[in-house]
């Protein structure tokens, strides 16, 4: 706040603004000299009025004789000349509707040439519109003040600016808000004019003006300006910064240079040097490359530099920074830099004059321990040194910089115990110590006096032990907005100190291990305001309160712990709702449409939940994930599924009846379907054949009758399909093979009969072992706990069906087959020769078949295999006796099958025996 006030108190106008007060103030003094304007000088006004468009009539006042009463206009006490226009728009909320309001537009009238004796003009912050700036305003050669910022001027800046040889303060800032919607652009091709203005101009501002015309000789003509003292070049699309500047000497007197927001990619450069009376020096959000050279050492009066978001800039943070004792604003963040900061602290430490109160050096590469010397910061406000790799603890000298107001030490190394020092920064507001792996207890003592706090952000490695052990009745001296605290130990209990945070907007409290009840009326204390309710992986028991309205609440977390009762009934434009691993139970409410129309992931499995899904739940239109898992839900499913965004549907693990509802076809973003374990009939509905992005269906589980549907093969994304445990019959459909990202394929436990394909060889996806991991993260968004099906990935399980024929020698092809099992079939046939071609096979399951013929040597090639079962067939001869495996019972039910491990010897074994 302070620094942007000392931006904008301009020495030159300052004067005439202290006058201006003086003269609005002193009515009496005023009539007394009254100044009578002068008829000529009144006309010239009314003239320029007219070419004015003014929809708030700020200009109301232009009517009467005398001009010197007219709104902004000021007349010399003396001459009654017009010295000064004032128009600047009244609101500076910029594109507020005031503003928009307060907006002259229209033209400008040459009239104000007219007025010898113009001394200030400011236009600033109107809106005309893509005007190009009169040329004519180089004929008001009285000018010491000219503000036409933010106006929407447009063209190139006229040269005959050079003329106002009086001119001491010029503003040109470009950036500008038309109610036409256009951004118009302001150029300076030429600069060549300003040497006019070369022994008057002590304040330029040219930022959003482009130069990039301007050519390489910018920074030289600029430099011809001997008198200035602060030059703002923002965002000028600046693209070479000169490694020298000839004529440095002219810019001695510069306090204040702004390059800012250019592309300038250089290395700072050394003529910086010469400017021996910067004061602030802003660079950020260049590309500026290199170390901070030493040279900074000059720049002894320099009180802000800001050398933020360059991203290139590297090298330690040199500790001639350090020693600039004038120093109050440093932000470096946003770069390279890298080593240990002890030194450039130290420095600091050493000065007699300590005035840094702001320093940023966040996102950089920062690493070492902080020095117990960072305590002699006395007056710093604001230290940010997140997202480094500092390491070690926090030293306890922090509890001496008291004017601290933001302490932010998230993502970094640091470990061990916080420092119950820390409690004494009375001013601190913002605490955040994320991301890195505390240690220990913390105390009362440690929030002692943190009176002013209002954000406090903490957590650390769930196999860390950080504990708060604080008296259960203590009331903290602040009263929090946001809290973030993850794998704490807060609980068991849920604490006075927090159940005394009724001004909180954002709650998270993640595995703080709260394995108590939370009273409802903490809930309804932060309903109007909070905007995250983040309260998962605790113990919480109790039932939530019902009916209450959270009108700011965006996501609400209450997974993983023992909260019970029914839903809540909760009126809320929340679009996450996470209750699951909970023992909620009861219905949905049928209204859920009303209560949360914005929902768009709804994750309720794991609870008790009761009674049907509502049909309302179709009603909600932005609805994404619909995760209601294990549950106790009945009736059928809602037949009127139309949303265009849904794409996870998992239902699985409840009691739903009747049939799988065609209206499923109408959800175009349809990708993970999990019907499974419930006992849905009929058939399989065509229209789920619409739904081409499908990639994960699990209906298994069900009583589905009818054919393994012969349109899977427009299912071109499909990676897993499992229908195992249902009534369906039939035949296999060749189609089935033209799925070509299928890797999990699941049939077993139904009546299908007939032979294996014989086109199995083309499901490309087993063959090639293209993993789609895109596709998996779909299903973990859904199901969070995908892992069951990560065991799956490339399998084929047929079993329990009527299958007949051959092994076709095709699944010799799908050579990353981890998973194959054709058990409690009626296969016949051999087992192929080459079956370690299936070198990555790790479960093999033929049994109870009647497979015959011998067991391949080649078998016992497959050295990933880890589970073989090849009991019940009619094979013969001889078990390979490079088989490992011991366990007689997986060959057990062929009676022709001889040698280790059945205890049945091979007649050659006999033979030998009696000779
Ligand atoms: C010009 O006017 C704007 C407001 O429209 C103001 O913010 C700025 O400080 C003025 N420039 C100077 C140099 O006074
Ligand atoms: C500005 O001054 C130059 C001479 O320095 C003159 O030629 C030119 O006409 C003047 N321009 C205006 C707009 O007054
Ligand atoms: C603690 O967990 C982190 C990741 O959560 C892991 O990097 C670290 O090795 C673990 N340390 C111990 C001792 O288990
Ligand atoms: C779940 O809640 C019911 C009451 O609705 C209760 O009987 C049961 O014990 C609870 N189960 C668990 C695991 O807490
Ligand atoms: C499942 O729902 C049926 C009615 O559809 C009901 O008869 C049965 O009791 C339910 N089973 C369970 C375990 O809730
Ligand atoms: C889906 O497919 C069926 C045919 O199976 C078709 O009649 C219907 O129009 C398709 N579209 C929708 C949105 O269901
Ligand atoms: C093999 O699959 C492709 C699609 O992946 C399909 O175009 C082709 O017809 C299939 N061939 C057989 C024999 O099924």
């Known amino acids: 706040m302070d620094l942007k006030l000392n931006l904008k108190l301009k020495p030159s106008f300052f004067f005439s603004f202290l006058t201006l007060i003086f003269l609005l103030k002193s009515p009496g003094l005023v009539s007394a000299s009254n100044p009578k304007c002068i008829s000529t000088e009144r006309e010239a006004l009314l003239t320029f009025k007219q070419s004015l468009t003014d929809v708030s009539g700020r200009l109301s006042s232009w009517t009467g004789p005398d001009c010197c009463n007219w709104n902004g206009i000021l007349c010399d006490a003396k001459t009654s000349h017009v010295v000064k226009i004032d128009l600047r728009n009244p609101s500076q909320v910029v594109n507020s509707d005031e503003y928009k309001r307060g907006c002259l537009r229209g033209k400008i009238h040459q009239s104000l040439t007219r007025l010898k004796f113009l001394s200030y003009l400011d236009l600033s912050s109107n809106d005309f519109n893509g005007l190009v700036i009169p040329e004519f305003i180089g004929q008001i050669v009285t000018l010491r003040y000219l503000n036409l910022s933010s106006s929407s001027f447009s063209g190139e800046v006229p040269a005959s600016l050079g003329n106002l040889s009086k001119l001491e303060s010029l503003d040109l800032y470009a950036e500008s808000f038309s109610d036409s919607g256009t951004t118009f652009a302001l150029t300076a091709s030429n600069l060549k004019w300003l040497s006019g203005l070369s022994s008057s101009l002590t304040y330029l501002d040219m930022g959003y003006v482009k130069l990039s015309g301007a050519g390489e000789t910018w920074l030289q003509d600029f430099s011809i300006l001997t008198k200035l003292k602060e030059l703002h070049l923002f965002n000028c699309e600046l693209k070479n910064l000169p490694s020298s500047l000839s004529s440095s000497a002219n810019l001695k007197l510069l306090e204040v240079l702004d390059l800012s927001e250019n592309s300038l990619s250089s290395p700072i450069p050394n003529w910086l040097f010469d400017l021996t009376s910067l004061r602030k020096l802003f660079l950020r959000w260049d590309f500026l490359q290199g170390t901070i050279p030493s040279g900074f050492k000059n720049l002894k009066l320099l009180e802000t530099l800001d050398l933020s978001n360059n991203l290139g800039l590297s090298g330690e943070v040199p500790a001639v920074l350090g020693e600039l004792s004038q120093l109050k604003y440093l ?50 406000q604001i230290l940010d040194l997140s997202s480094n790799s500092f390491t070690g603890s926090i030293p306890s000298s922090i509890g001496n910089m008291l004017s601290l107001k933001k302490l932010d030490l998230s993502f970094n190394a640091m470990n061990g115990k916080i420092p119950e020092s820390l409690g004494k920064l009375e001013q601190l507001v913002d605490l955040d110590l994320m991301a890195n792996t505390w240690e220990g207890v913390l105390l009362q003592s440690h929030f002692i006096n943190l009176r002013s706090l209002k954000t406090f952000r903490l957590n650390t490695e769930p196999n860390k032990s950080l504990v708060f052990k604080v008296p259960s009745t203590w009331v903290p001296p602040f009263r929090l907005e946001l809290i973030n605290i993850e794998n704490c130990q ?65 996501t609400i977390d209450l997974s993983s712990n023992n909260f019970q009762g029914p839903f809540p009934l909760w009126t809320t434009k929340a679009t996450e709702l996470r209750l699951y691993e909970n023992n909620f139970s009861g219905p949905l409410p049928l209204n859920i449409n009303v209560l949360m129309p914005r929902m768009e992931k709804l994750y309720l499995f794991h609870n008790s939940f009761t009674g049907s899904i509502p049909s309302s739940l179709c009603e909600v239109s932005g609805l994404q994930i619909l995760s209601l898992r294990n549950n106790r839900f009945s ?82 994304s499909l990676f897993m399909l499992r229908l195992q445990s249902n009534s369906l019959d039939g035949q296999i459909p060749d189609s089935l093979c033209s799925v070509p990202n299928l890797h999990i394929l699941d049939l077993s436990g139904n009546k299908i009969s007939g032979p294996v394909p014989k086109c199995i060889n083309n499901l490309t996806a087993i063959a090639r072992g293209t993993t789609n991991s895109e596709v998996f993260q779909n299903l973990v968004f859904v199901v969070t706990r995908a892992r069951k099906y990560q065991e799956i990935v490339n399998s084929i399980n047929l079993s329990g069906n009527n299958l007949s024929g051959e092994i076709p020698a095709g699944i010799l092809d799908l050579s990353y087959l981890r998973i194959l099992d054709l058990s409690r079939n009626s296969m016949a046939g051999s087992i192929p020769g080459e079956i370690s071609k299936l070198g990555r096979l790790e479960t093999l399951d033929l049994s109870r078949n009647r497979i015959s013929g011998a067991i391949p040597q080649s078998l016992a090639g497959i050295s990933s295999l880890q589970k073989l079962n090849l009991s019940y067939n009619k094979l013969e001869g001889r078990i390979p006796q490079l088989l490992k495996f011991q366990d007689p019972s997986i060959y057990i039910g062929n009676e022709l099958l001889c040698g280790k491990p059945l205890p049945k010897k091979c007649p050659q074994d006999v033979n030998r025996r009696l000779l």
């Open 331 to 380: 932000d470096l963040s946003a770069n390279e830099f890298n080593g240990q900061i002890n030194g450039f602290l130290d420095a600091f430490s050493k000065n007699k004059v300590n005035s840094l109160v702001f320093l940023d050096l966040s996102s950089n590469k920062l690493a070492g321990t902080l020095p117990e010397s960072l305590g002699a910061l006395r007056n710093l």
């Open 490 to 554: 807060i609980g068991p209990k849920f604490p006075m100190w927090l159940q005394v945070q009724t001004k909180l907007n954002s709650v998270t409290l993640r595995n703080t291990g709260i394995a108590d009840t939370i009273p409802h009326s903490w809930f309804s204390g932060i309903a109007s305001e909070v905007t995250y309710l983040i309260l998962a992986n605790n113990r919480i028991k109790g039932t939530l309160p019902q009916n209450l309205a959270f009108p700011n609440l965006n």
């Open 635 to 716: 009736g059928s499913l809602p037949n009127c599924w139309h949303q265009f965004m849904l794409y996870g549907i998992d239902v699985s693990e409840n009691n739903l009846s009747g049939e799988i509802p065609a209206s499923l076809g109408a959800l175009p973003s349809l990708s993970v379907l999990l019907l499974n374990q419930n006992a849905l009939q009929g058939k399989i509905p065509d229209t789920l054949q619409n739904c081409s992005g499908l990639t994960n269906i699990d209906l298994g589980g069900n009583k589905l009758t009818g054919k393994v549907p012969s349109w899977l093969s427009k299912l071109s």
